[in-house]
């Protein structure tokens, strides 16, 4: 996609993928509020505030959304990044997703810091290894498997 498709501009977001020491992803399951009936497993992240840095927002989602504390400096260089547009409850948007890796001991998601539409469209969080959820094939993108191989990649090499 090119600047010019995006007709309010890109929302920034920043995503980060946590891996055990078992080369497994944490993972969230949730749906579109306008689609609920198509679940789908998908990394923890969202939009950033206008003055954080994308390390930063990560961390605060990682924390509000699984309840997991991470010092944004601990997350590294990022492993990858991605352009699109979907449609989320009934609204376009534009956004520049880039993704961290962080190398977490195993822990149970803890949702209590969710926000009520979050609440509303996530019901469980796993851990996934790329050859699972590819078998599963219930990734909310194609690409996911990739981008969790990239992060176990990552972890390891650190």
Do not use: C
């Not at 498709?5 to 509020?33: F, K, N, Q, T």
């Amino acid at each position: 996609m090119i600047e010019d498709e995006a007709p309010h501009g890109w929302r920034r977001a920043a995503r980060v993928l946590p891996v055990d020491s078992e080369g497994r992803v944490l993972l969230l399951h949730g749906w579109d509020p306008h689609r609920p009936e198509q679940p789908f497993w998908f990394t923890i992240g969202g939009g950033a505030e206008p003055d954080e840095s994308l390390a930063q927002a990560a961390a605060r989602e990682l924390r509000e959304e699984v309840g997991a504390v991470v010092d944004p400096a601990d997350l590294g260089e990022p492993v990858g990044e991605l352009r699109h547009q979907f449609s989320w409850a009934g609204k376009t948007l534009w956004q520049h997703e880039v993704y961290f890796a962080w190398a977490a001991a195993h822990f149970t998601a803890d949702f209590d810091g969710m926000d009520r539409a979050e609440q509303n469209s996530i019901d469980q969080a796993r851990w996934w290894s790329p050859d699972e959820l590819a078998a599963d094939g219930s990734g909310t993108s194609p690409n996911l498997t990739a981008t969790m191989r990239k992060a176990i990649a990552a972890v390891t090499r650190r």
